[in-house]
């Protein structure tokens, strides 16, 4: 009886140390596809932190690069970020990184999002017709990388760090990484337009001197809008008369103008507007509005413009 019972507890003790080793395989296993997932995509991000600065550094000085080389080069930076959002999608997440790759992955599928935009809309808003509209398209896409930024700091960092932390997983954090640069000029309209005005070659260079913009008026049916609400009867298809006044020392050309109203947008555009000369356009508002609205009217910076407080201007009106 004593053998076998010696005999048992041994057998016993085996089995033990048995499942013991194989449960520190698997947990090792475990945490080295963790550790494995956190360093793929740190090394993602580096990529990525680097992409940032080749693309905020040749906008913020495109040196003697012309207009086909800039415009060759933001394709290079959004193919680039092609591959991350790919090799981002490719991730096998283990364990319970699950929500952080969801997260990941919109990242990324923003930052692509964002760059493919930047990149279509780069030869119009260096070119003449329609630079100043591909320019706004340009810097809400700005907007769009600041969302990413952020989605990345609240959510995906603080998670694979968090969970290779309850792992016991240590030097395998993955680091910031912030696409936009901090300044938050790039989020200005009149930004994007001073630096792409600056690129060899751009026919939406600035001239030397002062340049700058002015909405002077704006009228509804000859009836001036201001600070008071304005009723506005029979009209079934309403025209915006918008006045701009050029105070630069400049001739400003292909000016353009903006009215927004209950998530509709419409654009017009003045051609030519002579230094310290008066321009003005109209703009059919279709469909046309009813009932009580806000009507946002916006000037486009041009380029080299500094001030563009007095470029826009709300009104309320009410149609019957």
């Given at each position: 009886?004593?053998?076998?019972?010696?005999?048992?507890?041994?057998?016993?003790?085996?089995?033990?140390?048995?499942?013991?080793?194989?449960?520190?395989?698997?947990?090792?296993?475990?945490n080295r596809a963790l550790s494995d997932?956190?360093?793929?995509?740190?090394?993602?991000?580096?990529?990525?932190?680097?992409?940032?600065?080749?693309?905020?550094?040749?906008?913020?000085?495109?040196?003697?690069?012309?207009?086909?080389?800039?415009?060759?080069?933001?394709?290079?930076?959004?193919?680039?970020?092609?591959?991350?959002?790919?090799?981002?999608?490719?991730?096998?997440?283990?364990?319970?990184?699950?929500?952080?790759?969801?997260?990941?992955?919109?990242?990324?599928?923003?930052?692509?999002?964002?760059?493919?935009?930047?990149?279509?809309?780069?030869?119009?808003?260096?070119?003449?017709?329609?630079?100043?509209?591909?320019?706004?398209?340009?810097?809400?896409?700005?907007?769009?990388?600041?969302?990413?930024?952020?989605?990345?700091?609240?959510?995906?960092?603080?998670?694979?760090?968090?969970?290779?932390?309850?792992?016991?997983?240590?030097?395998?954090?993955?680091?910031?990484?912030?696409?936009?640069?901090?300044?938050?000029?790039?989020?200005?309209?009149?930004?994007?337009?001073?630096?792409?005005?600056?690129?060899?070659?751009?026919?939406?260079?600035?001239?030397?001197?002062?340049?700058?913009?002015?909405?002077?008026?704006?009228?509804?049916?000859?009836?001036?809008?201001?600070?008071?609400?304005?009723?506005?009867?029979?009209?079934?298809?309403?025209?915006?008369?918008?006045?701009?006044?050029?105070?630069?020392?400049?001739?400003?050309?292909?000016?353009?103008?903006?009215?927004?109203?209950?998530?509709?947008?419409?654009?017009?555009?003045?051609?030519?507007?002579?230094?310290?000369?008066?321009?003005?356009?109209?703009?059919?508002?279709?469909?046309?509005?009813?009932?009580?609205?806000?009507?946002?009217?916006?000037?486009?910076?041009?380029p080299g413009e500094q001030i563009t407080?007095?470029?826009?201007?709300?009104?309320?009106?009410?149609?019957?």
């Amino acid at each position: 009886m004593l053998r076998r019972g010696l005999a048992l507890g041994g057998g016993l003790i085996v089995l033990i140390l048995l499942v013991l080793g194989v449960k520190g395989c698997l947990d090792a296993r475990a945490n080295r596809a963790l550790s494995d997932y956190a360093d793929n995509v740190t090394q993602i991000v580096e990529e990525t932190d680097q992409t940032s600065k080749t693309f905020f550094g040749k906008l913020a000085d495109p040196g003697t690069l012309s207009v086909t080389e800039f415009t060759a080069e933001v394709n290079a930076d959004r193919s680039a970020m092609d591959n991350y959002a790919s090799r981002v999608d490719g991730l096998s997440a283990p364990g319970d990184m699950g929500r952080a790759q969801n997260a990941l992955e919109l990242t990324y599928e923003l930052r692509a999002s964002a760059m493919g935009e930047i990149a279509d809309q780069m030869p119009t808003a260096l070119g003449d017709a329609g630079a100043a509209k591909a320019t706004a398209s340009i810097a809400r896409q700005m907007r769009k990388l600041l969302a990413a930024d952020t989605l990345y700091a609240a959510i995906v960092r603080p998670e694979i760090n968090g969970v290779l932390a309850n792992n016991g997983i240590e030097g395998s954090d993955v680091p910031k990484s912030v696409f936009l640069p901090e300044e938050t000029k790039w989020l200005e309209e009149s930004s994007v337009s001073s630096a792409l005005g600056s690129i060899s070659g751009s026919t939406g260079a600035a001239t030397p001197g002062v340049h700058g913009l002015e909405l002077t008026g704006v009228s509804i049916a000859g009836t001036e809008l201001g600070e008071e609400v304005v009723t506005i009867s029979g009209e079934e298809a309403p025209e915006v008369e918008v006045s701009v006044e050029n105070q630069g020392e400049s001739t400003e050309n292909g000016v353009g103008v903006s009215v927004s109203f209950g998530g509709t947008e419409v654009q017009g555009s003045i051609e030519s507007i002579g230094a310290a000369e008066t321009g003005s356009t109209s703009i059919l508002l279709t469909p046309p509005p009813s009932g009580e609205v806000t009507l946002e009217v916006k000037v486009e910076p041009v380029p080299g413009e500094q001030i563009t407080e007095n470029n826009e201007a709300s009104f309320t009106v009410v149609f019957e």
